[in-house]
């Protein structure tokens, strides 16, 4: 009989703490709302959620000495046999790590890798429209024969 009322005790009890703490982090929403706190908070919460570069190295094994070129290609290979086994986390996981080291590099290398990827999408692009055209061209041969 003890244990029942100590039983009830500690959930009734229980209870009534959780339904406080719900609704005093709701009023503390609307406060911060109103006083404008949520919007920094925001970006001290994004800020604190970075990747770092220790750890970016260590996602996908290279060392800080390690020539850009070949750290993009363990990208490549990490992130290419993610999308394959279809571990999405772990691919983000590559994702944000190669990006950490790309915010390391300095500035005019990164503009010079933004150029070669759009040089890359325009040749791909190049290619996607003139296989297109072959491929409209071949009925038309084929309808003449």
Sequence with gaps: M????????????GTILFRSAAQAYRQA???????GVHEGTATAFSRAKKMDLSEAY?????AADTPWPEVVKKFDHLYGVNERMGSFYLQSK?????E?????????VREQMKQQELQMKQQQEKEDSAAAADGQDEPKKRDEA
Excluded at 58 to 62: H, P, Q, Y
Excluded at 100 to 108: F, S
């Design 94 to 98: 590559i994702y944000r790590a190669k």
């Design 2 to 13: 003890a244990a029942r009322i100590i039983a009830q005790l500690i959930v009734s009890g």
């Design 58 to 62: 260590d996602i996908l094994g290279v």
């Design 29 to 35: 929403i609307i406060n911060g709302k109103k006083a």
């Design 100 to 108: 950490r080291l790309e915010l390391e590099l300095p500035e005019d």
